[in-house]
């Protein structure tokens, strides 16, 4: 079975600063999804950003980036320039790419604070 | 854009009570995905549809059942309920093998 980790239940960075997110995973399989979903207070699950196993090149959405180290079974998010806004819960997830088994498998959780 | 809808946002029930979560995915979203995130954990995956087959079975309690109707809302049916099952319930939807995007949740709380 696949699992996720986030060795940093909580981090802080002051406002306009950059901040990277640590995950790891353990998987048997060569193909596969990463992604990072935040969660503020509202609870509401959003997508931050998408990597597929296959793509060496680093996923990026704006402000927020990824480090893929498949290899060493790496993904770490960075947010830079960062604002008040993105301070909420980060969770990384990990999906298989065999069909029939789409299910998220979610890490613990990162709680961000943004130090204005 | 449309997002995922779930009704009700929050429920409250009596132990041994059933509760009825419902899930209006995105148009044209072809699977359906619940999860269950207990207070101060990470979102565990309960079970999913695709087409209105099963697709997938996570640690459901056998006191829980879904399904998937002609119109692709999902519904799961939780019976019996205990103190434990108080959580936020999430329902995603996807289209294949994109990105899940996640509803609001069901607050349930069982006194």
């Known amino acids: 079975a696949q699992t996720v980790t986030q060795s940093q239940p909580e981090m802080s960075v002051q406002e306009a600063e950059t901040v990277t997110l640590s995950c790891t995973y353990d998987?048997?399989?060569?193909?596969?999804?990463l992604f990072w979903y935040k969660q503020p207070p509202s609870r509401q699950m959003i997508l931050v950003i998408r990597?597929?196993?296959?793509?060496?090149q680093n996923a990026t959405e704006n402000r927020f980036s990824v480090n893929f180290q498949k290899a060493a079974k790496s993904f770490s998010l960075k947010i830079s320039d960062s604002q008040l806004g993105d301070a909420a819960m980060y969770f990384c997830?990990?999906?298989?790419?065999?069909?029939?088994?789409?299910?998220?498998?979610f890490g613990q959780g990162t709680r961000l604070t943004i130090n204005p | 854009a449309a997002g995922v809808i779930q009704s009700p946002r929050h429920l409250i029930k009596e132990k041994r009570e059933t509760a009825t979560l419902k899930c209006y995915p995105i148009?044209?979203?072809?699977?359906v995905y619940w999860y269950q995130q207990g207070p101060g954990q990470d979102p565990q995956f309960l079970i999913s549809?695709?087409?209105?087959?099963?697709?997938d079975k996570g640690s459901i309690p056998d006191r829980f059942s879904a399904q998937q109707f002609s119109d692709y809302h999902s519904e799961l049916n939780m019976s019996s309920l205990e103190l434990g099952d108080s959580a936020l319930y999430f329902c995603?939807?996807?289209?294949?093998?994109?990105?899940?995007?996640f509803g609001p949740g069901t607050r349930l709380t069982v006194t």
């Open positions: 990597q597929e196993a296959y793509k060496q």
């Open positions: 998987t048997s399989e060569s193909d596969y999804y």
């Open positions: 549809f695709y087409e209105k087959m099963q697709s």
């Open positions: 148009p044209r979203h072809d699977t």
């Open positions: 997830a990990y999906r298989s790419a065999t069909q029939g088994a789409q299910k998220l498998v």
């Open positions: 995603a939807s996807s289209l294949t093998h994109l990105e899940q995007y």
